[in-house]
């Protein structure tokens, strides 16, 4: 049966200053920190989607969890934060921080317990059916609880460490987002508690026999805790799971940013706790040791009938069952990029700008030939910046390799990149020991930029051939996430990107820009003039349309200059995929304005701007996302795509993402997020499935 899904935030919109909220606060901005929870509701909605794939809703159910995960780690933290030091500052919505956390944990339990029921009512049995049987192990067979036994006791037991609460054994500590088991021992004069956490590497489903039965490791612990406990009576046991604040504050004076970093990344694991997770049944007992000794309040306590943790669903989503899952989609690579080696690819990108769209142009044959084309002997130089990557990196391996064949290569290192600090602080040091020139940037500006720059000695001197993106140097995220690329040797966009290398490893901000728009330097500004630019159409009766797609729409003064532009007539179309605080069709506010949200198999993750002014049309791609941290307090780079062929290409995409019926939503006036459907006898349109076949329409030119 499907699930009922309620996504409003109109209570207090309805109600003059409910709850203390300025309701013209409300009128204008959505809450940021309940728009997230509603892309995880919208996720949720995938899961509960009949019609896919089970073990790509089995997926999209651990998305869901990983996000709420995230979101607890950083957004709530941070309000707690706030609220804890007093702060009352209204948010652009009119919330203070402490109306955020109630409203939040309002949505957030409505949404854990629509997850509980489509675990227990329709994916644990659709699993069940299909030979992927989640057991206890009281219903395990004799056969299927031996092997289980074996297997516990062969590659689990040895790892945990029973850990017990007294006089001169404080609380052990609780890893975030660690699995853990907590028990109360011995009678009720000497009762102790004892907890035993699970290490983060250990399968969380242990396979029991040779028939598909699967057992949650945390329910095999307690069956087994005589293995670790001897005699002792159980009095009392629960599952439990405390997730921590994972904030790593490093000072902008920090003499030694690397060193600094890793100083913060070991204060992370005992950052506060934020959130406890326990099962329905805990007794009160447990609960209440759990409380004090880890300092929760009981607001911050979730309750799940469902196993926690449930990210762990990723193991199963990945499990060798091809009749469970889409057909897997392969790239294809456009005739631009086939059979090209270096000379002829950077021939090609000196002619005239190319663009790839991946995940449906292949990643290999374009970016990172690209990069590779540094391998070429008359390129002198090869810069890069990297957010995230992937191991092993091409990017990465390009960047050494130029270094040893003593050409200049830099890489622009972004070490705070959110749970991927130690992995790159790894590759950092490893790059600068094979001689490349590592570049951190100053600690309170991350770079964001998705930028390559090879500098090539030809005949009329040295030319420069750019890649500007919108995804990361990740091979492997590229199969998964949509992205776009843009290859050129424009003169002036590549003279801006050695200005942005210069002005980072030269600590010294740049005066202006040819063509690109820079965080954050410029950004803001000059996409305010954009906007204006078609204000101005609008009021003198031109063509005036604005077309965003980016991952959140979260920054007051845009989102302001946006219904400036709908109240003088100009029509804005918004895709978002994650966060919107814009509230849309709104009488007086934003009747022109309208925004909906495109899932799917594929991360939707680029980001595209195109601005429709009279006769002018300016379209811009690149890494910025419409929020404050990207246009102020990040090095972002948005390109415009002047070719016309490149810019029609780029406008199908959008028409595509406004055409999709299939797993499209749209945001009304009200706050609240309704999926989209076909009109009846009308085929359901996918965004993705229509850009895959306009691929392999590409791919054929070539034959």
């Not at 242990?206 to 670790?228: D, F, I, K, N, Q």
């Not at 469970?324 to 690819?345: I, S």
């Not at 769209?357 to 910046?385: C, I, M, N, W």
């Not at 980016?550 to 200059?561: G, S």
């Amino acid at each position: 049966m499907p699930l009922h899904f309620s996504t409003r935030q109109t209570a207090d919109v309805e109600t003059p200053h409910a709850h203390g909220v300025p309701t013209s606060r409300l009128r204008h901005f959505l809450n940021r920190e309940l728009s997230w929870i509603d892309f995880d509701r919208r996720v949720l909605e995938l899961a509960a989607d009949q019609t896919l794939p089970l073990l790509d809703r089995v997926k999209f159910c651990a998305v869901a969890s990983s996000n709420l995960d995230e979101f607890f780690a950083v957004r709530m933290a941070e309000l707690e934060e706030q609220a804890a030091a007093g702060i009352t500052r209204r948010a652009p919505d009119g919330r203070t921080p402490t109306q955020a956390l109630a409203a939040a944990r309002g949505a957030i339990v409505a949404l854990q317990e629509t997850q509980d029921v489509l675990w227990r009512d329709e994916l644990r049995p659709a699993l069940t059916a299909a030979g992927i049987r989640i057991s206890s192990p009281e219903d395990c067979r004799p056969g299927e609880l031996r092997s289980l036994t074996k297997r516990f006791e062969r590659e689990v037991l040895p790892l945990l460490t029973p850990m017990a609460l007294g006089p001169a054994a404080p609380f052990p500590h609780v890893q975030s987002l660690g699995l853990n088991v907590g028990i109360v021992v011995g009678d009720t004069s000497e009762a102790r508690f004892v907890g035993i956490g699970v290490p983060k590497d250990v399968p969380r489903f242990l396979e029991a026999g040779t028939h598909g039965v699967r057992v949650p490791v945390e329910e095999a612990l307690m069956h087994l805790l005589p293995s670790l406990i001897g005699g002792s009576e159980v009095q009392m046991r629960t599952v439990f799971r405390v997730t921590r604040d994972a904030d790593v504050s490093v000072t902008s004076d920090a003499d030694d940013l690397l060193e600094a970093l890793e100083t913060g990344l070991r204060r992370r694991g005992f950052g506060d706790a934020i959130r406890l997770e326990v099962c329905t049944a805990t007794p009160s007992g447990i609960r209440e040791i759990l409380m004090r000794e880890l300092a929760i309040r009981p607001d911050q306590i979730y309750e799940s009938a469902a196993p926690l943790g449930l990210a762990a669903l990723a193991e199963l989503a990945g499990l060798d069952r091809p009749d469970l899952k889409r057909k897997r989609w392969r790239p294809v690579t456009a005739h631009q990029f086939a059979n090209r080696g270096y000379t002829a690819l950077l021939a090609q990108i000196r002619r005239r700008d190319l663009l790839a769209h991946h995940p449906y142009d292949a990643y290999d044959t374009s970016v990172e030939r690209f990069v590779a084309a540094s391998g070429d002997q008359k390129v002198a130089a090869l810069k890069a910046t990297v957010y995230r990557t992937g191991n092993p990196s091409r990017t990465l391996a390009s960047l050494v390799d130029a270094a040893d064949r003593g050409k200049h290569a830099v890489c622009l290192v972004q070490l705070r990149a959110r749970f991927d600090e130690r992995r790159n602080i790894e590759w950092s040091r490893a790059l600068d020991r094979a001689g490349v020139d590592v570049v951190y940037g100053p600690p309170d500006l991350k770079i964001h930029a998705k930028l390559c720059l090879l500098v090539r000695r030809e005949r009329a001197g040295l030319r420069r051939y750019v890649h500007i993106g919108s995804g990361n140097y990740h091979a492997s995220n590229a199969s998964a996430y949509e992205d776009l690329s843009l290859f050129t040797a424009d003169e002036d966009i590549a003279a801006d990107v050695v200005d942005i290398f210069n002005a980072v490893t030269g600590h010294a901000p740049p005066k202006v820009f040819r063509k690109l728009l820079v965080g954050p330097w410029f950004l803001r500004e000059c996409l305010l003039h954009e906007i204006e630019r078609v204000a101005q159409a609008a009021d003198a009766g031109e063509i005036a349309r604005i077309r965003i797609k980016v991952n959140a729409l979260a920054d007051p003064e845009i989102v302001e200059a946006l219904y400036a532009a709908s109240g003088a007539g100009a029509t804005v179309e918004v895709v978002t995929r994650g966060i919107c605080v814009l509230r849309p069709a709104t009488p007086g506010l934003s009747e022109r304005i309208t925004v909906r949200s495109v899932l799917g198999p594929f991360l939707e993750h680029s980001r595209i701007l195109s601005f429709q002014a009279g006769d002018r049309l300016s379209t811009w791609i690149g890494s910025a996302d419409l929020m404050p941290r990207n246009l102020d307090r990040r090095v972002e780079v948005l390109a415009p795509v002047e070719d016309a062929r490149l810019r029609a290409r780029i406008a199908a995409v959008l028409d595509a993402l406004l055409a999709d019926t299939r797993f499209a939503w749209e945001l009304r006036a009200d706050g609240s997020w309704s999926r989209v459907v076909p009109a009846p006898r009308e085929v359901p349109v996918s965004a993705q499935e229509m850009l895959m076949r306009h691929a392999l329409e590409r791919a054929k030119k070539r034959r």
